[in-house]
């Protein structure tokens, strides 16, 4: 089943070793008991080699803390999704390239929430083989559909999301490997299908962070492996509002809620355009009044 991966869905298998990784840590941020066996060997390879990049001699960093990043934003992620459906704000989730997450077999949820997976057949039925005998603990819809084609929308909708009602929506490490014109364009559509009111939460590469010098080795490590970090933005607020949404976007270590604890590194000032930088997005969809953002964080 690994095999039928693209390079692109390959690296979600790198994404699920971290949290399988982060799970057998005594001080973990999340329970992923399940990340390890969707990583399986392929994940632990590319994590392996991406270690390597990272510590090239095994101890000192060559860069910002990259798997920390992802580790606080699965964190950051699972408490964005919490608040917003056990406020009762609501009780539909999209997971847009939903690649190896467990959320919907790994979190309580409340009675009521509907969990959307939207990925390319083949990550859809990987996880299922794998998780075959692991029950959800939410209404589960996986939507095998492309999300830079037009077949995702009706395919959401005919797995029962209804777009009069508010959502909670998560793009999580997807955007970075697009095309600009396709970011744009995924956001004008999702922002079509989303009511106001309801959340979304993304993270953004910095535009600077792509032509860093210090990250190059591992950019170009991700585009031997054929997922190459196409787009990156330094004013996510900005971006978000192009497309209808009001956002709030922090970088990791600022503050209690983008850090953890984990975060090592010091946070660049503000005013600095020669760092590397990732932002993680939390807001909404504009079209409510004030009191609308409550119970889901921005």
Not at 16 to 21: C, E, L, P, S, V
Not at 64 to 85: E, K, M, N, Q, W
Not at 102 to 130: N, Q
Not at 202 to 223: H, I, K, Q
Request: with cysteine; glycine share 8%.
């Amino acid at each position: 089943m690994t095999d039928a991966l693209t390079a692109v869905e390959r690296t979600s298998l790198l994404t699920a070793a971290t949290r399988g990784r982060e799970h057998a840590r005594p001080d973990r941020l999340y329970s992923d008991p399940y990340a390890a066996r969707l990583a399986g060997d392929a994940g632990l390879a590319l994590l392996t080699e991406a270690a390597r990049i990272i510590r090239p001699d095994g101890r000192v960093r060559a860069m910002v803390s990259t798997p920390d990043f992802g580790v606080i934003r699965t964190r950051l992620f699972d408490d964005f999704l919490r608040a917003g459906t056990t406020s009762g704000r609501a009780s539909q989730i999209v997971l847009a390239a939903s690649g190896m997450d467990t959320r919907v077999y790994r979190l309580p949820w409340p009675p009521g929430t509907r969990l959307f997976e939207i990925d390319r057949p083949p990550v859809l039925a990987h996880k299922a083989e794998r998780l075959r005998e692991v029950a959800p603990r939410a209404d589960h819809r996986t939507v095998p559909a492309d999300l830079v084609t037009d077949e995702w929308e009706p395919a959401l909708l005919a797995a029962g999301y209804d777009p009069a009602r508010p959502s909670l929506w998560v793009l999580e490490g997807l955007l970075h490997y697009l095309p600009p014109a396709e970011v744009h364009r995924l956001l004008d559509r999702v922002a079509a299908m989303t009511a106001p009111g309801s959340g979304i939460a993304a993270d953004v590469a910095g535009a600077r962070a792509l032509t860093c010098e210090s990250m190059r080795p591992l950019w170009e490590l991700f585009a031997r492996w054929g997922s190459p970090f196409r787009f990156g933005d330094d004013h996510p607020v900005e971006l978000f509002a192009r497309h209808g949404f009001s956002v709030g976007a922090t970088e990791p270590g600022a503050g209690d809620t983008a850090a953890y604890g984990r975060w090592p590194d010091p946070v660049p000032d503000p005013s600095r355009t020669d760092v590397a930088r990732g932002f993680y997005v939390r807001g909404t969809r504009n079209g409510l009044r004030d009191d609308s953002r409550d119970g889901l964080p921005g």
